[in-house]
Each structure stands twice: as structure tokens, then as C-alpha cells.
């Protein structure tokens, strides 16, 4: 159990480093905008955990199948599914 804890907190520091130094030097030297590549992974970071995600989503009237959410990439990533019915108006 260590070992798999020890890889996936390695894995995370990995991703720290790419995110806050990686991508920001990335966008100055391609776009020449260090800044709105900066604000994208503080933006990211800032984003709700998936739970909380899903309970907007149905406090926006969505309904979720399962958990609804799949996480990837060791849970670097989420993929949010969500339907909304519309209801269908009858004339009398």
C-alpha cells in the first residue's frame, strides 16, 4: 500500500511542478503570454472537487447516472456527465 501511496503523491508533485512552471514558461515562449497560462492553472486548481461539481450540476436541474463523474489521469482529470429532460408542453 505504501508504494502505490508514494507513486500517486510522486505523481502529483510531478504535475505541480509541470502546471506551475512548465506550462506558464511554455506560454511565454509560444504566445508570449506567461500570464493567462498562469491564470489557467491557478483557474484550474480552483475548480470544486468532483463531488461538489456534481452538486451543482443538480442544483442546476441535472440528473447524473452513477457517480456522475470518471476520473483520469489519477484523478488529474474528470470527465462530468449530466442530462437535463425537457419537459414537453401539451395544448388543450
Same mark, same amino acid.
Given at each position: 500500500?505504501? /508504494?502505490?501511496?508514494?507513486?500517486?503523491?510522486?505523481?502529483? &508533485?510531478?504535475?505541480?511542478?509541470?502546471?506551475?512552471? =512548465?506550462?506558464?514558461?511554455? !506560454?511565454?515562449?509560444?504566445?508570449?503570454? &506567461?500570464?493567462?497560462?498562469?491564470?489557467? =492553472?491557478?483557474?484550474? &486548481?480552483?475548480?470544486?472537487?468532483?463531488?461538489?461539481? =456534481? /452538486?451543482?450540476?443538480?442544483?442546476?436541474?441535472?440528473? @447524473? =447516472?452513477?457517480? !456522475?463523474?470518471?476520473?483520469?489521469?489519477? !484523478?488529474?482529470?474528470?470527465?462530468? @456527465? !449530466?442530462?437535463?429532460?425537457?419537459?414537453? $408542453?401539451? $395544448?388543450?
Amino acid at each position: 500500500m505504501y /508504494n502505490f501511496l508514494y507513486s500517486y503523491i510522486f505523481i502529483y &508533485r510531478i504535475y505541480d511542478i509541470y502546471s506551475f512552471d =512548465v506550462i506558464p514558461a511554455l !506560454g511565454q515562449i509560444i504566445a508570449q503570454d &506567461r500570464d493567462s497560462y498562469q491564470y489557467l =492553472v491557478e483557474s484550474i &486548481r480552483k475548480f470544486p472537487h468532483p463531488q461538489e461539481f =456534481v /452538486n451543482l450540476m443538480h442544483d442546476a436541474g441535472f440528473a @447524473t =447516472v452513477d457517480q !456522475g463523474w470518471e476520473e483520469l489521469t489519477f !484523478g488529474i482529470a474528470s470527465i462530468y @456527465t !449530466g442530462y437535463k429532460l425537457k419537459a414537453k $408542453k401539451f $395544448k388543450c
